[in-house]
């Protein structure tokens, strides 16, 4: 399996930018697909998470209301929409890819790097003030 992540750039604050993350290799059906960045100096943090199946969704706080996830399954992409960008949403954006772990799991449960089998190379974003 390998995902190739594209669309970061540089951005003035208040602009928009969308990520993709194509994925080729899958074998199974039912994915959840997600987005995580690490800012200079930070740690790698969870950004969103969608389920293939069903389009449920999950956001960390700080990106509620300005990112929104979405998948295309024909295509096995996954986007990102970013808007309202601020400097602090600077970071290297990384996707990721897993089998669907379990249908009994929260899609808040896919919000942890270890649930994730399939990471792609990162896309850098920057946001100037």
């Known amino acids: 399996v390998q995902l190739q992540a594209s669309g970061g750039g540089l951005v003035q604050a208040g602009g928009s930018l969308r990520l993709s993350c194509a994925a080729s290799?899958?074998?199974?059906?039912?994915?959840?697909g997600a987005w995580f960045r690490q800012a200079p100096g930070k740690e790698r943090e969870f950004v969103a998470t969608?389920?293939?199946?069903?389009?449920?969704?999950y956001y960390v706080d700080s990106v509620k209301g300005r990112f929104t996830i979405s998948r295309d399954s024909a295509k096995n992409t996954v986007y990102l929409q970013m808007n309202s960008l601020k400097p602090e949403d600077t970071a290297v954006y990384y996707c990721?890819?897993?089998?669907?772990?379990?249908?009994?799991?929260?899609?808040?449960?896919?919000?942890?790097?270890?649930?994730?089998?399939?990471w792609g190379q990162g896309t850098l974003v920057t946001v100037s003030s």
């Open positions: 290799g899958l074998t199974f059906s039912i994915y959840v």
């Open positions: 990721a890819v897993s089998k669907e772990k379990s249908i009994y799991y929260s899609i808040s449960n896919y919000r942890w790097e270890s649930m994730y089998d399939y």
């Open positions: 969608i389920r293939w199946s069903g389009g449920n969704t």
